[in-house]
């Protein structure tokens, strides 16, 4: 879950020519598909918009 936050905020920082901003990420983990198997994988929601420490 970190891993998905860090790669999220690496690209958003490039994609505004910043170090300056931080994003807002909800990460969990969901373990089970519908049918009860155990299928691990994250899911990742990210805020619209961006905060920028400066301001």
Do not use: W
Not at 15 to 41: K, L
């Amino acid at each position: 879950m970190v891993l998905a936050e860090a790669c999220l905020s690496k690209l958003i920082q490039t994609h505004c020519n910043t170090d300056a901003c931080e994003i807002t990420v909800i990460v969990f983990i969901h373990t089970h598909s519908r049918n009860g198997n155990y299928n691990p994988y994250s899911h990742v929601i990210l805020a619209e918009g961006t905060f920028f420490t400066s301001n």
